[in-house]
């Protein structure tokens, strides 16, 4: 698992930012050209790693609410996919395999990453998992997970119906 920092990621938290990212996956437009190698498709792809990775993250936390010293995580994943897409993030250009990757510059180099809170305490013990804000995120996490499944079954019904009646 890699951390980053915490701070970065307060600002996905909550509720009304699951519209936010829902609004950001679904008006890519992404690549129409190819049917195969779809932008848009390795986009929503991206967003379920993302949100799968999330819900063991989530289950983590959970599953050490009461481990004495245990800092919650979380995944960062949308703000970086945002700045990517809005071309905030610099990369550079690997022209060999054997380069070493600078940055991030296309949205289909985007990893989630595990981000590890160091930085609260909610308990005597030492530990910061908040249970009301697990469950929190764990219903915002299948909000999105549920989004972007139907987002991908309409790209794939749009191409079936292209492959199996566009001929008509």
Known sequence: M???????MSNCAGFPNIVEKIILLSNYKGDYMSLINNS???LLERSL?????????????LANINTPNFKRSDVSFEHTLQQVLQGKVLGGR???ERHMQIGTSSFSEV????VTDTSTTMRLDGNNVDIDVEMTNLAE???LFNAVTQRINGKFATLKYA???GKR
């Open 163 to 165: 492959i199996s009646e």
């Open 94 to 96: 690997r022209t060999d």
């Open 40 to 42: 848009a498709i390795t």
């Open 2 to 8: 890699m951390t980053g920092s915490f701070k970065s």
């Open 141 to 143: 996490n299948q909000i």
């Open 49 to 61: 790693d993302a949100a799968s990775l999330r819900q063991k993250v989530i289950s983590n936390n």
């Open 111 to 114: 990893q989630p990453k595990t």
